[in-house]
């Protein structure tokens, strides 16, 4: 077991609605909880280098889309002590606008994407409307020029990005979407991203409303679980309460956290 430290950062928000619009098929007590997402980035400190878990979005898609934002996120990263080129890879989970936008800072970074997620975006299904208004073009055609650049690397499943971390192909969210564990200090920590938006996601086996496979997202559910060192080490992708859970980054109150 490799002691690897982890961190999320938030660099956005969205109220509106309840909690209940994230569910496929909504315990009723949900639509009495206000509706709130964060949006957050993750870093993995380690001895083997840097790596940052997706690009979130920027302060343009943003306000094109009514997002409150804090800051870039790889400003983020920076105020973890970070710079954005000095990261040996960056994971990104899957390429909804809120995963993928602000991939320029890391200009040397090694790319980390799940084969079946280029191909689903690059194919005759991402124009359809319930999937184009997930992605941002510029997004997707920034990921696919990295990748005639040489920058991406592929992946069919799972695979040990150094040792201690690793990426999982889970989908049903998306078709590639991964999720990412890392052995800790306290355990196996699982970057669940959209896999899970929240908590409750898991914790009372409820799927998300935004997918693409039902049974999928179910499997994703049971493989979050299995890899996780402890339900607590579990952390969902949107959900405020893991700024809550976990103790702030001395100086960045309400910015970053420290996971473990």
């Not at 799940?114 to 999937?131: H, I, L, P, S, V």
């Not at 938006?197 to 299995?226: G, N, S, W």
Request: some cysteine; charged content about 20%; aromatic content about 8%.
């Amino acid at each position: 077991m490799h002691d690897h430290q982890v961190f999320a950062v938030k660099f956005g928000e969205v109220k509106a609605g309840s909690q209940a619009q994230h569910f496929l098929n909504p315990p009723p007590e949900l639509h009495e909880q206000p509706g709130h997402l964060d949006f957050a980035v993750w870093l993995v400190r380690t001895v083997f280098g840097d790596i940052v878990v997706d690009a979130g979005f920027t302060s343009t898609v943003a306000a094109k889309r009514n997002r409150t934002h804090f800051r870039e996120p790889s400003e983020g990263i920076r105020l973890l002590g970070v710079e954005p080129a000095d990261v040996s890879h960056l994971l990104l989970t899957h390429f909804h606008y809120d995963h993928v936008g602000d991939v320029g800072p890391f200009t040397t970074a090694r790319i980390v994407v799940q084969e079946r997620e280029m191909t689903f975006w690059t194919g005759r299904f991402a124009a359809r409307a319930e999937f184009r208004r997930l992605v941002e073009t510029e997004d997707i055609q920034r990921l696919v020029a990295l990748g005639l650049a040489g920058r991406v690397d592929y992946v069919d499943g799972d695979r040990e990005i150094v040792p201690g971390v690793r990426v999982h192909r889970v989908g049903g969210h998306t078709p590639g979407t991964q999720i990412v564990s890392v052995e800790s200090a306290k355990g196996t920590v699982v970057l669940a991203s959209d896999s899970a938006h929240l908590q409750y996601h898991v914790t009372h086996d409820c799927p998300a409303k935004l997918l693409t496979d039902l049974p999928e997202m179910y499997a994703a559910f049971d493989t979050i679980r299995a890899l996780a060192g402890s339900p607590e080490l579990v952390v969902p992708g949107h959900d405020p309460a893991t700024f809550e859970r976990f103790p702030a980054v001395p100086g960045l109150d309400d910015i970053a956290v420290r996971i473990a």
